[in-house]
């Protein structure tokens, strides 16, 4: 056994170390600056309860981009140095962040017990290399992201640190699973490498019927594609996939986890995921190969997820609001029925609308999974999603990619139970708009800014509020610019009172709401790692059974119009169009 002692190593605060509820982003020139991750990693610490630390266990993981190796050797060599006692480590330090909420929620140790939270490095959907960015962040015990009390706190103490912890030790092998033991000032400390999939896996099975979604991927008429990015979601999609569910190998895309996504943006959606995008046919080229029936993609850190049909794009929105409806029937972990259900505030009105008729307790939160979280924890809540790609429910504390695809291969499975044999099965498509003619139609697209100077976003959005002062002059440039568009009704800053810790949540978005159920809604965002990003979101809610066929681009058209010109968003910012439209 080797031994080491706790070393005190001065150090300097850094400016502008703000972690938000998605932790810390930034590039990896900026995390690889002498201390900067030090001074992080020992700010956590010292905001945490001493319990949570002293003696306690903790996971340290995450997407593998490119520094999550050096990174988990100085993290776990910090750990040893403020008294944690084990550290456990996904191989070859992957974890995707669901498969760490579930770690910390579900994995017992050899003594019996469980982490307290975890170190989870990953920047997301952002691209991954030596200059593309790193993040970082903390998940506590219930195995969700760390409150805002945490996160001030951690900041508060980036801005005063004057030394950091740590011990001299030989870095661990952690591609190899096992126990390395250390005797650190005379007590033990251990690092617990072990398989990144089979706690998730367990978990996944006792969720979903494993049994149906495997007959439906054997049927002949059933094809599948699953697009991991080069991201974590690669350790999983073998496991579940092809070795649990009976897939074909050659339904993986993109399944071998690279520190630079090969290259690539591990964001899931229409503009990035393009080899996806074009197999299943809604690329701007058509194949001569019939595209497969279902097809989904995951990002970075395999919390978000894309899901398509042969031919057709499966909105986010629309996505959470159909596993509702379906959860009950087609998933046994809500045969129970739900709970409630929960929206960021961004994300289209599909799901209020699921809720309304099925008599559900619904919540509309800001953007963050926390929001998610408290109502969970609370048991106020089953489903949740984000128009971002984020769906999820309460069998973790975080979104899940994974989950999502199997929640919709159980829908499909069950709409085709005594259909495997017939002509033609259910189809995505055939899911989607039986759903629409159920409950209407939210035809609804995102246009994101990034990068945009961040003065000028401000700017931008300071007009917004200071037109909300006056509904008449907003109406009258709303018909200026397209006289059909129905009237701005109410205009405001979305707040959001929690009503499980009774917390204030201010200035979550800028959101004009219209006579006909149409939203406009702004907002600036903190997932970029510099500069600032401007999210719209667009909507338009269509009842009318003969209207809600559209192409979403046409029905859009004129909202798109006013949303740009009530904005100035070319006169602020500069752009004429947006960098990513969903």
């Not at 001074?39 to 266990?57: E, H, Y």
């Not at 952002?126 to 706190?153: L, R």
């Not at 953007?367 to 429910?393: Q, R, Y």
Request: proline fraction near 4%; glycine fraction near 10%.
């Amino acid at each position: 056994m080797q031994s080491g002692q706790v070393k005190r190593v001065e150090t300097t605060p850094f400016e502008g170390q703000k972690p938000g509820t998605s932790g810390l982003r930034k590039k990896v020139k900026v995390f690889t600056q002498p201390h900067y991750l030090q001074n992080f990693v020992q700010s956590t610490f010292n905001a945490l309860p001493a319990d949570k630390v002293k003696g306690a266990r903790i996971v340290v993981s995450g997407d593998g981009r490119y520094y999550s190796k050096e990174a988990i050797q100085i993290i776990i060599k910090m750990a040893a140095g403020n008294g944690v006692r084990s550290v456990w480590v996904g191989q070859n330090g992957l974890l995707s962040t669901p498969a760490v909420s579930a770690v910390i929620r579900e994995r017992v140790g050899a003594d019996g017990s469980k982490a307290s939270g975890a170190f989870i490095l990953t920047a997301s959907h952002n691209p991954g290399g030596p200059n593309e960015d790193f993040g970082i962040k903390y998940n506590m015990e219930n195995g969700g992201p760390a409150p805002e009390s945490i996160t001030d706190k951690i900041y508060e103490n980036t801005t005063k640190i004057k030394e950091y912890l740590t011990v001299e030790l030989p870095d661990v092998d952690i591609a190899k699973v096992g126990v390395t033991t250390f005797s650190v000032d005379g007590g033990t400390f251990d690092v617990d490498v072990f398989d990144s999939a089979s706690d998730y896996v367990k978990l996944m099975k006792s969720i979903f019927d494993f049994g149906s979604i495997r007959k439906l991927l054997s049927s002949p008429k059933f094809t599948f594609c699953y697009d991991a990015l080069h991201g974590v979601a690669g350790a999983y999609a073998k496991r579940i996939f092809v070795e649990e569910l009976g897939a074909k190998e050659s339904s993986l895309l993109n399944c071998v986890p690279k520190e630079d996504f090969g290259g690539g943006h591990p964001d899931p959606n229409l503009t990035y995921a393009k080899e996806l995008v074009a197999r299943m046919g809604l690329g701007k080229s058509t194949t001569q190969d019939e595209p497969p029936e279902f097809g989904a993609a995951a990002d970075g850190d395999a919390d978000r997820n894309m899901i398509l049909g042969k031919r057709f794009f499966v909105t986010p929105s629309d996505s959470v609001a159909i596993i509702a409806a379906n959860a009950v029937e087609a998933i046994p972990y809500f045969s129970a029925g739900l709970k409630g259900v929960a929206r960021s505030m961004p994300t289209s009105a599909a799901l209020d609308v699921v809720a309304k008729h099925l008599n559900l307790k619904f919540f509309e939160v800001p953007t963050g999974w926390k929001f998610f979280g408290n109502l969970m924890d609370a048991g106020l809540c089953s489903v949740c999603g984000e128009e971002s790609f984020g769906t999820g429910s309460d069998h973790i504390r975080e979104k899940d990619g994974i989950w999502a695809v199997l929640a919709w291969l159980s829908i499909l499975a069950y709409k085709n139970k005594e259909n495997l044999g017939g002509e033609k099965l259910v189809s995505v498509e055939d899911i989607v708009r039986q759903h629409w003619a159920t409950f209407g139609r939210h035809y609804y697209t995102r246009y994101d800014y990034e990068n945009v100077d961040a003065g000028a976003a401000k700017e931008l959005m300071a007009s917004l509020v200071k037109l909300q002062s006056s509904l008449s002059e907003v109406n009258q440039i709303v018909k200026g610019i397209h006289s059909d568009v129905s009237s701005v009704v109410n205009a405001d800053e979305f707040e959001y009172k929690d009503p499980v810790d009774g917390s204030i949540s201010k200035h979550q978005g800028i959101r004009y709401l219209f006579e006909d159920g149409s939203r406009l809604v702004f907002r600036l965002s903190g997932t970029g790692s510099e500069g600032a990003t401007i999210r719209l979101y667009i909507e338009q809610y269509e009842k009318d059974p003969s209207k809600i066929g559209r192409e979403s681009q046409e029905a859009l058209g004129p909202l798109v119009e006013v949303a740009l010109k009530l904005s100035k968003m070319q006169e602020f910012t500069g752009r004429s169009a947006p960098t990513v439209i969903t």
